[in-house]
Nanobody, 127 residues
Framework: QVQLVESGGGLVQAGGSLRLSCAASGRSFSSYAMGWFRQAPGKERDIVAAINWRGDITYAADSVKGRFTISRDNAKNTVYLQMNSLKPEDTAVYYC????????????????????WGQGTQVSVSS
């Protein structure tokens, strides 16, 4: 059983920065691929970024590439999402997710590939 708890969300002005954290329980965190997803009102839950278990392969959606960076610290059982140059369209509930099984080296990009989810944290960006 994996338990994920997000933190770091809040209200920020456009152009500002936030860093989200996801603390994971369990002994096998270092073997899980991790992802960040977001869902805005009236929209689907979409991938934001993902990282493989080793932390050396990452993925970022085109909409956030160059602005958001995913990283992890396996010693702390924590994955991060550094969000810079925030835009109003980044406003959403952000979810941390863990994939206990990965078919390959690349981190999963789809919601169905993840097994555990955090409760979500609200990020609101004002113009």
């Amino acid at each position: 059983q994996v338990q994920l708890v997000e933190s770091g969300g809040g209200l920020v002005q456009a152009g500002g920065s936030l860093r989200l954290s996801c603390a994971a329980s369990g002994r096998s965190f270092s073997s899980y691929a991790m992802g960040w997803f977001r869902q805005a009102p009236g929209k689907e839950r979409d991938i934001v970024a993902a990282i493989n278990w080793r932390g050396d392969i990452t993925y970022a959606a085109d909409s956030v590439k160059g602005r958001f960076t995913i990283s992890r610290d396996n010693a702390k059982n924590t994955v991060y999402l550094q969000m810079n140059s925030l835009k109003p369209e980044d406003t959403a509930v952000y979810y941390c997710a863990a994939a206990t099984r990965t078919p390959g080296l690349l981190p999963p990009r789809y919601q169905y590939e993840y097994d555990y989810w955090g409760q979500g944290t609200q990020v609101s960006v004002s113009s």
